[in-house]
Nanobody, 127 residues
Framework: QVQLVESGGGLVQAGGSLRLSCAAS????????MGWFRQAPGKEREFVAA????????FYVDSVKGRFTISRDNAKNTVYLQMNSLKPEDTAVYSC????????????????????WGQGTQVTVSS
């Protein structure tokens, strides 16, 4: 079992930055690929970014490339999402997810590939 708790959301003006954190409990964090997803009001949950177990492989949805950075600290059981140059369309509830895997360099960009989810943290970007 992996329990995930997100933090770091809030209200920010367009062009600003936020760093989200996702703290994981359990012994499987370092053996899990991780992902960030978001869900805006009235929309389906969408993929934002993913990172492999090792942290050496990352992948982003096109709309955040060059603005968001996913990273992880396996010693702290935490995955991060640094969000810069925020836009109003980034407003959503952001959730992290974990996928235990034997593959060290693989990332997973689809919701159905993840086994554990956090409750989410609200990010609101004002224009």
């Amino acid at each position: 079992q992996v329990q995930l708790v997100e933090s770091g959301g809030g209200l920010v003006q367009a062009g600003g930055s936020l760093r989200l954190s996702c703290a994981a409990s359990g012994r499987t964090f370092s053996k899990s690929a991780m992902g960030w997803f978001r869900q805006a009001p009235g929309k389906e949950r969408e993929f934002v970014a993913a990172i492999s177990r090792s942290g050496g492989t990352t992948f982003y949805v096109d709309s955040v490339k060059g603005r968001f950075t996913i990273s992880r600290d396996n010693a702290k059981n935490t995955v991060y999402l640094q969000m810069n140059s925020l836009k109003p369309e980034d407003t959503a509830v952001y959730s992290c997810a974990a996928r235990p895997t034997d593959f060290v360099t693989t990332y997973y960009p689809r919701r159905v590939e993840y086994d554990y989810w956090g409750q989410g943290t609200q990010v609101t970007v004002s224009s």
